[in-house]
Nanobody
Framework: QVQLVESGGGLVQPGGSLRLSCAVS?????????IGWFRQAPGKEREGVSCIIKSDGRTYYADSVKGRFTMSRDNAKSTVFLQMDSLKAEDTAVYYC??????????????????WGQGTQVTVSS
């Protein structure tokens, strides 16, 4: 059974940092092509934040987080991370990780992803 478990969310002041983790398990006969981070604020659509390709570590970022967020991976532990620096109030959202099995689609499109975690709340507020 595939499971994705996010952790690391919380309350932080503007300008602060948080590091999210996503632990992936249960991939036995299948493998995933990429893992993405998404976020959803109240009343807004889910949006792609970042993505990392499993095979070569290529990363992609939304324009709104470029230069502030960094995605990395630990393949041995099947875990990916999202280092979030210089956080802004507009980064407040529930953050989700998801796996893309590689059937096609843009990295920032939630419909390209097949398995999702339960989400972790990030609140940026003074």
């Amino acid at each position: 059974q595939v499971q994705l478990v996010e952790s690391g969310g919380g309350l932080v002041q503007p300008g602060g940092s948080l590091r999210l983790s996503c632990a992936v398990s249960g991939f036995t006969y299948l493998d995933y092509y990429a893992i993405g981070w998404f976020r959803q604020a109240p009343g807004k659509e889910r949006e792609g934040v970042s993505c990392i390709i499993k095979s070569d570590g290529r990363t992609y970022y939304a324009d709104s987080v470029k230069g502030r967020f960094t995605m990395s991976r630990d393949n041995a532990k099947s875990t990916v991370f999202l280092q979030m620096d210089s956080l802004k109030a507009e980064d407040t959202a529930v953050y989700y990780c998801a796996t893309d099995l590689g059937y096609g689609g843009n990295w920032y499109n939630p419909n390209s992803y097949d398995y999702w975690g339960q989400g972790t709340q990030v609140t940026v507020s003074s």
